[in-house]
């Protein structure tokens, strides 16, 4: 029970704060010093939060449709041969900082919101793809057979039997990547990007922790509650594969 | 019409089009844009040229064992390398030392065309351990050596490195001390708090709960958050100052980091000990083993494996994020990063995001080369 009222409380808890953040000024007046403004006013703070969550569903949805694509791929017919090969690369791939990858991409796209979704589609597509090709390529031997004894064709076998399997796979690997992107799309701020990263840094900037604190607590809200929203919907996915 | 190895007919399509796009960009001076160069225009330029599409072109057929391969790739990857350090040497005129030569999308290509192209011969050779640690020894020397030479000297993130050679050695030091400092501490405070929750089962879901939520503070706000917290910790808590507590420099970045580190030793320490068998601890028990000797002589050792395998997560993302202390002051490669976003001087970018990469990349094999050696060993 306490799992469902608690993030239920902290997303009312950041809805109220986002529509109406001068009402919490006295929450975040400690943490000013010299009369600084304890709520940050340059942008609206729903604007920021609305950009920061469509940029990071647009990385999202991209790598998920991309990492997908890809898994498809090398795990039928001629893509087969890739497969070794896509592995190492998205061994190698996760190694690469994000921070950096999204310094490269500045000078390719220029300053903004771009080298941002690059970035976070670039370092998305692994965590997806790797959980994807899991999905698919470790499938109980009798299903595969089973599939083959009723006749399906290699398409119907794919959306009927493969994918639906492993979509929860696929779910969770979604989850790491959104969550993901979410943190690391503060950063996209130091590229000119618009999103919360944008208070945490006026908060580093004019050292006033109160900017810091309320940019991060709404970034890390919305992680607990994205992570917690893709939990479910996994859970609502393996229970009707009748995987639990 | 001999068999096609499809990967290395992918590796072809982008070799070539990094052949037939700017190998170099020529810029007036660090911040202007450039303009492109071919390989064509350079001395000797069209032969390696022809050499690099032949190579690319020849790999195609699926008859080449998997050591021809490697040997071309790695012939293709230092011709490429050597044509850039030739370009910057060639092209600015004599006495300008404000041109910047610096590698673009061409360059790039062929060393991700190539780079795939060691990666699958490898792939092909699966070779012994022993050799996939000559092999890591061998390119990380091949690196060092063709830096030291002074062929690159000429390249602009080299020019940026020979106008801050000292400050580089100092944020190197800066760098590797928070990535290897923060895990040392994380080990040191994870090990036990992972036995601890391993042994009293109530407090797994509180201790892990906690860790997980600390995990999704985005990291910038948790670096910006230790500066005032470790501030105010400095100023109030007796002996604190000296004990190095410090609310500006490197210690808020070892601290963050730190935070971000103890979650995934903490799981692994404890999926560790729960995936030895039942019977082997039974048996330690049986043969008159303390509690303190089954831990320290059974438990720990079979759970080597995976504690390493949270030693390569912690490194690899402590040395990524490390980056991010560049923009609270704590020094390491982010400086260089920062510092060059905000000039919009990408060679500076460079400086910074290069040794980062490498650094992650490396330690990342060979952590992986470690766990793969403990897990024999265990078996």
Known sequence: MIRRILPALAGLALLAFLISPGSFAPLFQPFTRNNAPAIYTQTSLLSLTLSHLAIVALAVAASTVAGLVLAILVTRGAGREFLPLARTVTAVGQTFPPVAVLALAVPVLGFGTGPTLVALFLYGLLPVFENALAGLSNQPAPVAEAARAMGLTPRQRLWQIDLPLALPLLLAGMRLTAVISLGTATIGSTVAARTLGEVIIAGLLSSNTAFVLQGGLVVGILAVLIHHAFQAAEVRARRRMGLD | MPRLWPPAVLFAMIGLAGLALPLVQFKANRIVPGEGVGLAALPHGPWVMLGLGAALVLACPDRWPAVARLASAVAGLIAATLMLGMAASHLPPAGNSLARVAPASG?????????????????????????????????????????????????????????????????????????????????????????????????????????????????????????????????????????????????????????????????????????????????????????????????????????????????????????????????????????????????????????????????????????????????
């Open chain 2, 107 to 379: 360059f790039w290509l062929l060393v991700l065309a190539f780079g795939l192209m060691v990666a699958d011969a490898v792939n092909r050779l699966r070779p012994s351990l022993a050799l996939r640690w000559v092999m890591l020894a061998g390119a990380v020397a091949l690196a060092a050596g063709i830096l030291a030479s002074g062929l690159l000297d000429g390249v602009s993130v080299m020019r940026e490195y020979a106008t801050r050679r000292d400050l580089f050695g100092r944020e190197a030091q800066a760098h590797l001390a928070l990535a290897f400092g923060s895990l040392g501490l994380a080990l040191l405070a994870g090990i036990p708090l992972g036995i601890a929750i391993f042994q009293v089962r109530r407090w797994r879901g509180p201790v892990l709960g906690v860790l997980n939520i600390l995990q999704t503070i985005p990291s910038l706000a948790l670096f910006g958050m230790m500066i005032p917290v470790l501030g105010w910790v400095a100023a109030t808590v007796p002996g604190a100052t000296q004990a190095g507590v410090s609310g500006i420099g490197t210690f808020p970045a070892l601290v963050a980091l730190f935070l971000y580190s103890l979650l995934p030793v903490v799981s692994n320490t404890l999926a560790g000990l729960s995936g030895v068998p039942a019977p082997t601890r039974e048996a330690a028990v049986g043969l008159g083993m303390t509690r303190a000797q089954v831990m320290a002589q059974v438990l720990l050792p079979l759970a080597l494996p995976v504690l390493l395998a949270a030693v390569r997560i912690v490194l690899v993302q402590n040395i990524g994020l490390a980056v991010i202390a560049g923009l609270i002051g704590g020094g390491g490669f982010g400086t260089f990063v920062f510092q060059g976003l905000g000039q919009t001087a990408m060679d500076l970018v460079l400086l910074g995001a290069l040794p980062t990469i490498a650094l992650a990349l490396v330690a990342g094999i060979a952590l992986d080369l470690l766990v793969q050696g403990t897990r024999r060993g265990a078996a």
